[in-house]
């Protein structure tokens, strides 16, 4: 298990959805930006699908869930900054097309590390988590070599090769990024930017009778969260004030586990590290 990164001069997270980025990595974001770092988040996706309320506006949603991921930004670090492909939530595609502007943020905002979805771990159920990861991989690649997207040339862009790929959400974890409690608060205070999100888009849960064998009571709002590849989050009713929430992340929270990967000439390691493998 690998420890801690060098502090990057820029880092660049993709996320699928506004909150993700949060959830995965806003300790480490906190972190690194807090010791100098320039800090981009990427949001695929406007996040239209984020409500349980079938007769939500969803032109409206898409405003205020931007303006709550940009609020999030500024709690995880004052300059950071927000870059947001606007693609429809639940509908995200790797294509070509979107993987050049993807590559393009990355020329734009030239990263020391990326940070993503892994589209490879198993079962995952969420099509925009997939594609995410996998966009986020395949322009990493295309921004890094010349011959791709030669369109961005004409804007006075060049390639750029980022020193490393770490992506979160895996099933086994080969790097930690240790953060501190100021780091945890401030991931703590980006996810709560996120009113939006106070309700579960889960489908509510009917709570056991009592009569039943073990029966436990209903919870009352519970969200777990950590920076973590194995973290579980979860609304189970309408959150009973930001105070509540606040605690149940803070006592949850840990150090974020993400699985290292950089992809060079074909292959794929599990972190690149340029001191020992030599920078091609």
Not at 68 to 83: C, F, K, N, Y
Not at 121 to 137: E, I, K, Q, S, Y
Not at 181 to 190: E, I, L, N
Not at 217 to 244: I, K, M, N
Request: net charge neutral.
């Amino acid at each position: 298990m690998r420890v801690d990164l060098p502090v990057p001069s820029s880092a660049l997270a993709v996320g699928a959805h506004p909150d993700d980025i949060e959830f995965e990595c806003g300790g480490t974001l906190a972190k690194w930006g807090a010791a100098g770092a320039a800090i981009h988040l990427l949001i695929c996706t406007d996040g239209s699908k984020g409500t349980w309320d079938v007769d939500a506006d969803t032109d409206v949603l898409i405003a205020r869930r931007q303006a709550e991921q940009r609020e999030a930004a500024r709690r995880i670090h004052p300059d950071a900054q927000v870059h947001f492909l606007g693609e429809v939530d639940g509908e995200l595609a790797n294509t070509v097309e979107l993987r050049g502007r993807v590559a393009r943020v990355i020329r734009e905002t030239t990263p020391d590390i990326v940070l993503g979805h892994d589209p490879w771990r198993r079962w995952r159920m969420h099509p925009d988590h997939r594609n995410a990861g996998f966009l986020t991989v395949d322009a990493v690649v295309a921004a890094r070599d010349p011959h791709y997207h030669r369109e961005h040339m004409a804007d006075g862009l060049t390639h750029h090769r980022p020193r490393a790929l770490l992506l979160f959400e895996c099933e086994e974890p080969d790097h930690v990024e240790r953060i501190e409690q100021r780091h945890v608060d401030a991931k703590v205070d980006a996810l709560l930017a996120h009113e939006s999100q106070f309700e579960t888009t889960m489908a509510p849960r009917q709570p056991r009778s009592v009569s039943e064998p073990n029966a436990r009571p209903a919870p009352t709002g519970e969200l777990v969260v950590s920076d973590s590849a194995r973290h579980s989050a979860s609304w189970t009713r309408r959150r009973e004030s930001a105070g509540r929430a606040k605690n149940a992340v803070r006592r949850f929270a840990g150090p974020v586990r993400l699985r290292g990967r950089f992809t060079t000439r074909g292959c794929t390691s599990r972190l690149f590290d340029a001191r020992r493998s030599g920078r091609p």
